[in-house]
């Protein structure tokens, strides 16, 4: 979601013109189901694990890897989705709107919630969900996984799992979907 | 609002400056506070270290404490102002009391007043965001909203949908009858020329004495004299208070009288299709407007509109708060973004 909201909002805005496919779209689904395998593997199993898919962007993802684990473990985990637009620290420095509708699984107490987004950038997005998950009550831990790790982190924040580290100039933009990740250039309109 | 596409100003004054599509956005952003509003933890930081004011120079409980309550659900702190006791009673004007106010630094000041144009000269006076709770027999631009987002959300519901992913489709064609104290409601010319902004259809339906002197410029598809005439092919039926403190009483020949031709009784209730809504912004004059077993009735959505109005008033205050220095032209690429 960051990723898109930098590339609408001033003084970055701009039209996104793709320059090189960096994954093709098995390589995303083969990404997704290695990091599905880590999440099992880290935690020893899926107790009490519930995959919140940070919206826009990580819904599809966390979704993907929730039925992956479901043919995995055999077991199916709760995929919920969180907008962290209320939580964000540039409220009245650029325009944020919610985009999407936050439907979280439950009381969260006692979870383990992966959190899941597509690209990994400042961590400010991490930032405000981490804050937002706090209101649904304390979870027993939060990791996070996320399909893109571009860099240029602006707070203390890292991922559990990594689909592909890729270093990026700060000026350039990833997209990722489940048909794969592009690496390209805004371009003033 | 600003980073409103359609609307352009930082205030909510009237209806007319939102559009149909600054509507939209309002019913879109409080899909999301709804959401908030379930939550254990019914709270989000949006506005945090800002400060609304709510300065009412006339009665009101639902709608104070509904703005009391979006302002605090979204971090914000709310100073409340009662003309009652303040300066004014001591000769203060409007104008001094609203800079004083001002000059304590607040980000929002919500105006109730009984002079039509009120929150207008108040938004000339200060650098805040002016949010217009009902001013005289004007508008009441938050009701009228909050009514659009019930009846979406109703309509939703029973074609099985997820509000939040409906638009206003809902409204095209709808037929909507407005009944009542047309004359002397806020509530019905803001709600009008919203729903009409929408596509509904509406009609008025009401004694001529409460009808306005002109009905020039409002968006309408009929009116009526005759209720029992309409109830058969409504949609939505509105009922208006009869506000009795504004003088309505001295329009009619006496108030029982106008229960029997204009008041939804159990018989007219009776004569509305089967999926017909019934709605009402209180506080209901029980037995006069709506009799009472008609009130509590299932397909009666009074508090529901009451439950949905904070939701609104929270979508308007961040969307007027939340995005306030955004940079000119921003809204565009916002708006882009939501398609």
Redesign the interface.
Known sequence: MAE??RR????R?GVFVPRVQVLSAEDVQRALVRIAHEIVERNRGLEDTVLIGLQTGGVPLAQRIGSVLEVVEGTSVPVGTL?V???RDD??????????????PG?LSGALVVLVDDVLFTGRTVRAAL??LA???RARAVQLAVMVDRGHRELPIRPDFVGKNMPTRIDEQVDVSLDGVVLGDVVPR | MSGAPASGGRHLLSVADLGAEGIEEVLRVADAFVEVGRRPIPKVPALRGRTVVTLFAEESTRTRLSFETAARRLSADVVSFSVERSSVKKGESLRDTVETVAAMGVDAMVVRHPAAGAPHQVARWVDASVINAGDGWHEHPTQALLDCYTIRQVLAERAGLDPSSSGTECFAGLRVAVVGDIRHSRVARSGVWALSALGAQVTLVAPGSLLPSSLEGWPLSGVSHDLDAVLGDVDVCYLLRLQIERGAGAFLPSLREYAASFGLTTRRAALLPEQALVMHPGPMNRGIEIADDVADLPRSLVLRQVRNGVAVRMAVLFLLLGSGAAPSGAGELIGAAGE
């Not at chain 1, 609408?8 to 003084?11: A, D, G, Q, R, V």
């Not at chain 1, 409220?91 to 979280?104: F, H, K, Q, Y």
């Open positions: 898109r909201e609408l909002t001033p003084p805005g907008d637009a209320f939580y409220i009245g420095i650029r325009p944020v709107l919610p985009e999407a509708v936050t439907d979280v009381d804050n937002a209101d649904y009550g």
